[in-house]
């Protein structure tokens, strides 16, 4: 138990940058090799890299979306990124259980990706709305939710509910993190018990899942929201294609878990183009009547205060939240404003 309680309290690694380097500037090139020109992965064509990132890195002769980091993501979603306030950016654990060669993993992602962690959190408006975001970063550990994963994502969840604010994941993972063993597993249950409280505050949770959205992620939060948008052609699903395969005993469809046929089972609401993806957020947060907020309220950190080492020590731990989860529900419960207007103009959308 108190190598579970001391997870965040180890030696703390703060994110190392190059004198000079603006993390976020950094962070939005790292997906493309040096050069002018990007090769679409699917079509093959060649595109001019400044087209591509006009267009979001989706290609324009065949609309493949192509893999896009937390960072550029972020700034495609905000209506300014310049004032995104960043939660627990130097939250980070150690190696809880020992899991060899773990730190070094880290540490290589950590250089490719320019992150500390799978996940950014912060507040940021979308058309004027403010919002508390949590976006994956699957370039670190293939996104994949370990301790300080599953604790940024409950803390934003909480600072949500705190200030009466929505929530939007993009989710983008692997899964759970089995570097972390079972305390990886924990944060399955906590995060998803975190969107239970921001529900019962009577908040509205928008989950966008990106290419992939698979297991211990796509099994807890992540499809937990109010309304559930997908990218076109995203792989969403909890088991891999060769686990479900030798637990039914044959094949199963190639495109079983493609974003289209989950969404023709019901479990994504809307597949919405990454160009549009804003809009429809910004509709979405319209509707819901969640509240505006003027760009210059939200609080921005300062250079000074955005790079100082400050201590991180992570309240509660994982093993004392999943004791708070079990919480009675608060006495006084709001109504949850229905999503039916919202749905009416996302089926209007999709066809
Ligand atoms: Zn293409």
Redesign the pocket.
């Known amino acids: 138990m108190s190598k579970i309680r001391n997870i965040f309290r180890g030696k703390q690694k703060p994110v190392t940058l190059k004198p000079g380097t603006d993390k976020r500037q950094a962070a939005g090139k790292r997906e493309v090799p040096d050069g002018l020109w990007d090769k679409?992965p699917?079509?093959k064509?060649m595109i001019f890299r400044k087209d591509l990132q006009r267009a979001h890195y989706v290609?324009s002769?065949?609309g493949?979306h192509l893999s896009v980091g937390a960072r550029e993501r972020l700034r495609q979603l905000v209506d300014n990124i310049e004032r995104f306030e960043e939660y627990d950016a130097q939250l980070t654990v150690d190696n809880p259980i020992g899991f060899p060669e773990y730190e070094a993993k880290k540490e290589r992602d950590e250089k490719k990706t320019h992150e500390n962690e799978a996940v950014i959190t912060g507040k940021a408006t979308i058309n004027q709305h403010a919002v508390v975001l949590a976006i994956m970063e699957f370039g670190f550990i293939s996104g994949s939710m370990g301790s300080a994963v599953g604790e940024k994502i409950t803390r934003a969840f909480e600072r949500a509910i705190a200030e009466g604010l929505p929530v939007v994941t993009v989710s983008s993972s692997g899964g759970a993190r089995m570097q972390e063993g079972i305390i990886s597993l924990m944060q399955m249950q906590k995060t998803a018990a975190a969107v239970e409280r921001h529900s019962r505050a009577g908040l509205l949770y928008i989950s966008v899942l990106v290419h992939p959205t698979t297991a211990g992620v796509y099994g807890s939060f992540a499809s937990q929201g109010d309304i559930v948008i997908s990218e076109p052609g995203a792989t969403v699903g909890f088991a891999g294609k060769a686990v479900i395969e030798a637990a039914v005993g044959r094949r199963i469809p190639p495109d079983l878990q493609q974003a289209e046929t989950v969404f023709k089972n019901g479990f994504i609401d809307v597949i919405v183009h990454r160009s549009e993806l804003r809009t429809t957020i910004g509709k979405l947060l319209q509707l819901h009547n969640t509240p505006v907020l003027p760009e210059a309220e939200i609080n921005v950190p300062t250079e000074d205060e955005g790079n100082a080492e400050e201590p991180v020590v992570a309240e509660p731990t994982p093993a004392e939240a999943v004791q708070t989860d079990a919480d009675p529900t608060p006495v006084t419960k709001p109504k949850k404003r229905s999503t039916r207007t919202s749905r009416s103009y996302l089926r209007r959308k999709q066809d």
């Open positions: 679409c699917q079509c064509t290609c002769k065949c493949y």
